[in-house]
């Protein structure tokens, strides 16, 4: 059986999608679906079944990528690691949350103790859990850190670390506040007082009200900036009140520049993902990447 036939099976079976396999492996539609159609032939079964959007496998597609798979990913591990010797400088494409990339995910891969870093060239890219995802899949990216799990076989996430939120105020709106009133009155304290945050449905306050205090915010955002580093500047120069990660607040929070409203018992917290498309931790540069960040992981808890 050709192997070139076997590739583009699996392929498929892992994209739901001629098309996105056809993206992935830089073939046109239509010869994607004739190499398909050419196994079908050979095997003498149908392999997918075409719907509206995209493809599902049959049972006997489903058995065939389950035998199949594994010893295609290690023709690739075994292709890449000879290529990897072979070529001095490898280039991993990262994409993430800007602040996310910038503060925690560039360091682990740049730190001076990776004795193998020079090896790796790295082009980061920036956007939210959606757009990351989609580059993925599309084959634009070799890692995604994402806060939503992937769904699908394409693409396989491993939880990388938690993110607890804080809810914080420059010092006048936080002597304003006062931290016994909010203890006792909760959100209605809050009320219609400013808000800073990264889009105008309030993403991470609504996240901490619905954890915190079982409501919805009463307030709407007084300045909206794309950056948690700029809401952090915001809320620190007295623009308002603001929810944000602990690792990236913690140091304003310790020189004084900002004060914690509150100290919940269970703080909110939300999950990131370390996402790739199956099969690719064959190759051994995207494997390192994938190994060093979730030991960088470890201190980050």
Known sequence: ?????????????????????????????????????????????????????????????????????????????IAETGLDEESSVRTLHL?????????????????????????????????????????????????????????????????????????????????RIGPGKLRRKGALVLENLPVVEVHESLPFVARYWAAVFDSRPAASGSVIVPDLRAVLACTAKGAGLAVLPRYLCAPALERGEIVALLDPAVPPLRTYFLATRTGTLAMPHIARAHEWLLRAAVDWA
């Open 95 to 175: 994409a993430g949350p800007p602040e996310f990339i910038a503060e925690r995910a560039l360091p682990a891969l740049t730190a001076p103790d990776r004795h193998d870093s020079q090896s790796l060239t790295l082009r980061a890219s920036f956007g939210n859990a959606d757009e990351v995802l989609e580059g993925l899949a599309a084959g634009h990216h070799d890692l995604a850190i994402s806060t939503a799990r992937p769904r699908g076989a394409l693409l396989t996430a491993t939880p990388l670390c938690d993110e607890e939120h804080v809810l914080v105020a420059g010092e006048r709106w936080a002597a």
């Open 1 to 77: 059986m050709d192997l070139a036939l076997l590739r583009t099976f699996v392929t498929v079976h892992r994209a739901g999608s001629f098309t996105r396999a056809a993206a992935l492996l830089g073939l046109s539609q239509p010869a994607v679906t004739s190499q398909i159609r050419t196994l079908e032939r050979q095997l003498g079964r149908p392999l997918f079944l075409r719907q509206a959007r995209g493809v599902t496998p049959t049972s006997i597609g489903d058995e065939l990528a389950h035998k199949a798979a594994p010893h295609l990913d290690a023709l690739v591990e």
